[in-house]
């Protein structure tokens, strides 16, 4: 192989796509004095032009991904103890605002080879007690939506969808975020477009709308008659500054999708018949949109599995993730030992034994996953070049692994 080649990373600019066109949103913001979005244009603006390009009815801008979930559970208002199924391969933030809303999050297992929740894994979860559905889109590939939304809508229970990592991925003709009651995004550093942080809700319901505005400003009732601060909520709103670098990066989102998508089936293409490897697959009426490009590793054909093939990828400067989360979320602290306002273990201390009970055998899916799965960095300014030493490398390093001359001659 020829010499390492430098990756563009999400983590700087040499993978983002800023430009003179958020510098001269940030101008104008800036000159104008005016940061806070509820005096603001630029906030408003971005909320109307994103509810638009996903079709939604409504549209609300927050301070995080985290906040988006925050929102969308506030906004059904759960009792303390119902609960709130969601997956065991997420981020922590998007299962927090489950428990400051005094729920409980109830993990349904994943398929072991998309990673994500399914009907089946869902509806083993369901109880009396259950008020909601939270469905992660992994690594943008489409949870089974028609499924999913079946089985919620034969139970009444509100699905949210958490398409943090999946713009513009659609399930037949609809796009993820507008298929359930709810869609929360993220604009955090690393997701397809970006303001460092920051989060949108979207729904088609006008009653969940006005509630999750109300969250966004601690349940004030801006233009109402008589405002007043209706119930318990926080501060989340974005300010002018990131509404500015979001309507200029919402303007590139159709092309930061394009060129993930084209540049994920080169790779796609390039790895077929390397032993040992299995690339990310799509429904058929899916579209993936790709956060990042996953792996599934059998270590009965490469010696050492994801570990020793990611250490290989990563002595070519590829700064691959075997596993993506160490553990299932269950098994973080905060969860395994109910660590949440102050010694009370509060609500924790409402759910049935059944709700809490984190056997590995009720998760097979999800550590076979975690076991498997090596996750490539991944965005938009990968180029065919890019593409090509992605290949090579892991060709040569299954070669190196397996002693299996078939990898490399397979390019």
């Known amino acids: 192989m020829v010499g390492k080649i430098a990756l563009p990373s999400d983590q700087d600019a040499s993978g983002r796509t800023f ?43 927050c301070s995080s991904g985290t906040a988006a979930v925050h929102c969308a559970i506030a906004a059904l208002n759960p009792e303390p103890g119902d609960e709130i199924i969601t997956t065991s391969i997420t981020d922590m933030g998007a299962l927090t605002p489950i428990i400051y809303q005094g729920a409980i999050p109830v993990f349904a ?43 919620a809508k034969s139970r009444n229970i509100p699905v949210i969808e958490d398409c943090a990592q999946a713009f513009l991925a659609t399930c037949g003709d609809q796009y993820v975020g507008t298929i359930g009651s709810i869609g929360c995004f993220s604009l955090q550093q690393g997701k397809h477009i970006t303001t460092g942080e920051g989060g949108i809700v979207v729904t088609n319901d006008e009653a969940l709308a006005r509630r ?51 540049t ?96 590995r055998s009720r998760f097979e899916g999800t550590w076979n996953a975690l076991e498997h799965i090596l996750v490539l960095p991944w965005n938009e300014k990968y180029t065919d070049e890019h593409i090509d030493y992605l290949a090579n490398s892991i060709r040569e390093a299954v070669t190196a692994l397996t002693g299996c001359s078939e990898a490399v001659a397979a390019r």
């Open 19 to 61: 430009g003179q066109e958020e510098l001269e949103a940030l101008r104008q913001c800036l000159e104008s004095g005016t940061l806070t979005s509820t005096k603001g244009a630029f906030v408003r603006t971005l909320e109307t032009e994103f509810a638009a390009k996903l079709g939604a009815r409504f549209a609300y801008a």
């Open 109 to 151: 297992d994943v398929d072991p080879c998309t990673f994500n929740v399914t009907a089946k894994t869902i509806a083993a979860c369901i109880s009396e007690r259950t008020r909601a559905i939270v469905v992660t889109h992994l690594f943008g590939n489409p949870c089974e939506m028609n499924a999913i939304m079946e089985l």
């Open 212 to 262: 999750m505005y109300l969250y966004i400003n601690k349940a004030w009732g801006y233009g109402d008659a008589k405002p007043d601060h209706y119930f318990i909520a926080l501060n989340y709103r974005m300010s002018e500054i990131q509404g500015a670098v979001a309507l200029a990066q919402l303007k590139k989102l159709d092309g930061v999708v394009a060129s993930r998508m084209r």
């Open 264 to 359: 994920a089936n080169a790779l796609t293409a390039r790895l077929q018949g390397t032993p040992g490897i299995a690339m990310p697959t799509a429904a058929a009426d899916a579209v993936h949109t790709w956060w990042k490009y996953c792996l599934r590793v059998d270590e009965t054909v490469i010696p050492g599995g994801t570990v020793a093939l990611g250490a290989a990828l990563r002595d070519s400067g590829i700064l691959c993730a075997p596993r993506y989360i160490q553990k299932p979320a269950f098994c973080c602290q905060v969860i395994r030992d109910q660590c949440t306002f102050g010694n009370s273990r509060w609500p924790f201390t409402l759910a049935r034994p059944e709700a809490v009970d984190y056997s």
